[in-house]
C-alpha cells in the first residue's frame, strides 16, 4: 500500500476512533447517572464482575494507566462499591472486587444497557454489528504488535 494512503487511513481512522470514544463516553455517562456511577466506575466495576482482578490487569485490559485505574478503584471502595481481597499470586498487589452493592448498580443500568445494544443492532443490522466489533477487535491486536515491536526497537 502506498505511504500517503496509508497515512490517510491512518489519520480517518484514528479521527473516527476518537470521535467514537467521546459517543461511547457520553452515553456511558448517561446510562450511568441514574444509577449513581459515573462511565469510569462502571467501567471498573464491570473489567471486575466476571472476576476479581489486580488494579494493574484492569488497566492492561482497559488500555489505561494503572494510576488512573488505582484512583476510580479507590473510590469504588471508599463509595462501597468494591473491597479488595487478597491475592494468593501477590502479597502487594491485591485484587479488587464489587460488593454487593456494586453489582446491584451495575443491575440498575442493564435494562438502559439492552436498550441501546437493540437499537445499535437495530441500526447496523446483526451481522455488520459483529463485523463491526470483529474489525475494532483487529486494530487494537494490530496496534498492540506495533506497538510491541516500536518499545522492542526503541
Given at each position: 500500500?502506498?505511504?500517503?494512503?496509508?497515512?490517510?487511513?491512518?489519520?480517518?481512522?484514528?479521527?473516527?476512533?476518537?470521535?467514537?470514544?467521546?459517543?461511547?463516553?457520553?452515553?456511558?455517562?448517561?446510562?450511568?447517572?441514574?444509577?449513581?456511577?459515573?462511565?469510569?466506575?462502571?467501567?471498573?466495576?464491570?473489567?471486575?464482575?466476571?472476576?476479581?482482578?489486580?488494579?494493574?490487569?484492569?488497566?492492561?485490559?482497559?488500555?489505561?494507566?494503572?494510576?488512573?485505574?488505582?484512583?476510580?478503584?479507590?473510590?469504588?471502595?471508599?463509595?462501597?462499591l468494591a473491597e479488595?481481597?487478597?491475592?494468593?499470586?501477590?502479597?502487594?498487589?491485591?485484587?479488587?472486587?464489587?460488593?454487593?452493592?456494586?453489582?446491584?448498580?451495575?443491575?440498575?443500568?442493564?435494562?438502559?444497557?439492552?436498550?441501546?445494544?437493540?437499537?445499535?443492532?437495530?441500526?447496523?443490522?446483526?451481522?455488520?454489528?459483529?463485523?463491526?466489533?470483529?474489525a475494532l477487535e483487529?486494530?487494537?491486536?494490530?496496534?498492540?504488535?506495533?506497538?510491541?515491536?516500536?518499545?522492542?526497537?526503541?
Open positions: 500500500m502506498e505511504a500517503h494512503l496509508a497515512r490517510q487511513l491512518l489519520s480517518r481512522t484514528a479521527l473516527g476512533v476518537f470521535r467514537l470514544n467521546g459517543q461511547f463516553l457520553a452515553e456511558s455517562e448517561r446510562l450511568a447517572r441514574p444509577a449513581g456511577l459515573t462511565a469510569a466506575w462502571w467501567q471498573v466495576l464491570g473489567a471486575v464482575l466476571p472476576e476479581p482482578q489486580p488494579v494493574s490487569g484492569i488497566a492492561r485490559t482497559m488500555g489505561i494507566t494503572r494510576q488512573s485505574v488505582q484512583r476510580v478503584a479507590d473510590l469504588l471502595v471508599r463509595e462501597g479488595y481481597l487478597p491475592n494468593p499470586a501477590h502479597r502487594r498487589a491485591k485484587l479488587l472486587a464489587p460488593t454487593a452493592e456494586g453489582r446491584a448498580s451495575i443491575a440498575r443500568i442493564e435494562p438502559a444497557h439492552a436498550d441501546l445494544a437493540g437499537r445499535l443492532a437495530a441500526e447496523l443490522g446483526k451481522e455488520a454489528f459483529a463485523e463491526t466489533a470483529a483487529r486494530l487494537t491486536r494490530a496496534m498492540e504488535r506495533v506497538m510491541e515491536t516500536e518499545e522492542a526497537a526503541g
